[in-house]
């Protein structure tokens, strides 16, 4: 077997997806967590080392090998902060990224010479991306490619890129393989000597695999780097000396604290944590903005087949799905909660929806007005916890059916039922969740609907992600089947529904 055909073997497997119940949330989420913590272990060593040099690698050699820094890793392996620096590939002549069309397009070879589909401007698109970095490689700590990925005709396979002609890295399966549609935000570790001091260049490629055009694009696509410890623009800057991190205040304790310090937030859940950073006052004036992420068990929203992961995304490089963010004291950057002039930046993230569980974290990502590009991520917070409650209890519910291929245009409707094992007389909240791609519903008014009553889930025809979580009336729903409909008469795209498909999460009363 061939070192390309080795590394497409173990990193393109699929995963089965998790059912995952409300108080059994936390003793899965251990055992999901252990299992993507070996095989992302493995992936990783398996990129730095031949094929032939690792079979004669010992455990002992292996766990004395340092941990390059990464945003991907688990809560126990982000015990200190460090500062990023990101890169953001941008289109067009003036930053070196000639182009045909407005969004970045990758193809199978097929695809060129395509009877229909080779006339049309996407296949002049040849998927190389140009990214400048000026960077001394001797001064970073670590790199990883992140890209906003549409995951192309359901059956594309083999998505994969090729840094600076030097190493090639396969794309993680996500389901597009197995016929579904798919986004996703993979980050792809890099070695230092994959990069240049310089403008790197990223071959993106594909196969056709068992679609009828192999066909993927990139919204957004950022190399970030990991700057060691006393670099040299971190002084100049005054940043070196930087140490922050966050204080999660939860239940009664975070509805008092908000309620004192944020006179106009919506925040008055027992169930609320309030979120707040720790940083030393010298460098408070000088952040536009933080954003807070979570790790626990729930709606795998970003696609990765993990329901515990760090949650959300990012939509045109902007955070979706987190658990809150928070504006500059002095005004900034889109702010994410009520309540400017407060010094300790703080968000208010509801966890009323989401299942008992242990083991949940937090971490914050702080930008500077002073410095763009420049990103402090905060070591992980661990060790909270969502209780149980009093009476009450929380479930996510998948679909039994998924359809592959969940996308509808021509009139081709698409079904999938979602089965309840609650008397919805007992239901206190209800909402429903999906993700979809919003390629045009035609003529159709009522395009998707939940046993019969019409949501907003996909509105418009702009070819672009959107995230839905909408509530949902207890009355609407059955004990049993409960049925998801999707029609779109387009003759263009039509509506995508995006892997793992909708959800319903449900409170309810227990005695």
Not at 44 to 64: D, G, K, M, W
Not at 297 to 326: C, I, L, M
Not at 400 to 406: I, M, Q, T, V
Request: with cysteine.
């Amino acid at each position: 077997m061939s070192k390309a055909e080795s590394r497409r073997n173990d990193e393109g497997r699929s995963l089965k997806r998790p059912s995952v119940a409300g108080r059994g949330a936390s003793e899965f989420g251990i055992l999901w967590e252990f299992g993507f913590r070996i095989s992302d272990f493995i992936r990783s060593v398996r990129t730095r080392f031949s094929t032939i040099l690792f079979p004669t690698l010992t455990l002992l050699q292996l766990s004395a090998a340092p941990l390059t820094p990464s945003w991907e890793h688990p809560p126990h392996q982000q015990r200190e902060g460090m500062f990023w620096r990101e890169h953001w590939y941008e289109r067009g002549l003036t930053n070196a990224n000639p182009a045909y069309e407005r969004r970045f397009r990758i193809n199978s070879p097929e695809a060129s010479l395509h009877p229909s589909f080779g006339q049309r401007v996407e296949a002049r698109e040849n998927g190389l991306m140009l990214i400048k970095a000026e960077e001394n490689l001797f001064q970073l700590a670590g790199a990883e490619l992140y890209v906003e990925l549409w995951g192309g005709h359901p059956g594309t396979a083999n998505k994969r890129v090729t840094v600076n002609g030097r190493a090639t890295y396969q794309l993680p399966r996500v389901g597009t393989e197995e016929g579904h549609c798919t986004y996703q935000y993979p980050v792809l570790p890099l070695t230092r000597s994959d990069l240049v001091n310089g403008y790197n260049a990223f071959q993106w490629a594909l196969d056709q695999g068992t679609t009828f055009w192999g066909h993927a694009l990139i919204d957004n696509a950022c190399l970030r780097v990991a700057l060691t410890n006393g670099h040299p623009d971190l002084v100049k800057l005054g940043l070196a000396d930087l140490a922050a991190s966050v204080v999660a205040l939860k239940s009664s304790t975070a509805e008092s604290a908000t309620r004192s310090t944020l006179p106009h937030s919506d925040a008055s859940t027992s169930e609320t944590m309030l979120l707040r950073l720790d940083a030393p006052a010298k460098f408070r004036e000088r952040i536009a903005r933080v954003d807070y992420q979570a790790w626990h068990s729930g709606y795998d929203e970003n696609g990765n087949r993990r329901a515990t992961d760090w949650h959300g995304f990012t939509k045109d490089r902007w955070p979706v799905a987190w658990a809150g963010s928070s504006p500059s004291p002095l005004g900034g950057a889109r702010a994410g909660v009520r309540g400017e002039g407060i010094e300790n930046f703080p968000a208010s993230w509801d966890t009323s929806m989401l299942p008992a569980q242990k083991n949940v974290a937090v971490r914050a990502f702080i930008r500077f007005k002073d410095a763009p590009g420049l990103v402090y991520v905060t070591a992980a917070t661990p060790n909270l916890v969502i209780p149980d409650r009093p009476g009450a209890a929380v479930h996510l519910y998948v679909p039994a059916d998924l359809p592959e291929g969940f996308w509808s245009r021509a009139n081709n409707k698409k079904t999938c039922t979602i089965i309840l094992e609650v008397d919805p007389a007992k239901i206190e909240r209800a909402e429903l969740y999906v993700v979809t791609w919003t390629g045009g519903a035609g003529g159709v008014k009522d395009y998707f609907t939940l046993n019969g009553r019409a949501f907003p889930v996909a509105d418009g025809s702009r070819h672009v992600i959107q995230y839905n979580r909408l509530p949902v009336e207890p009355s609407l729903l059955r004990k049993g089947v409960n049925t998801i409909e999707l029609l779109s008469d387009t003759e263009h795209h039509g509506i995508e529904v995006i892997y793992p498909g909708p959800a319903l999460v449900v409170r309810y009363k227990v005695p």
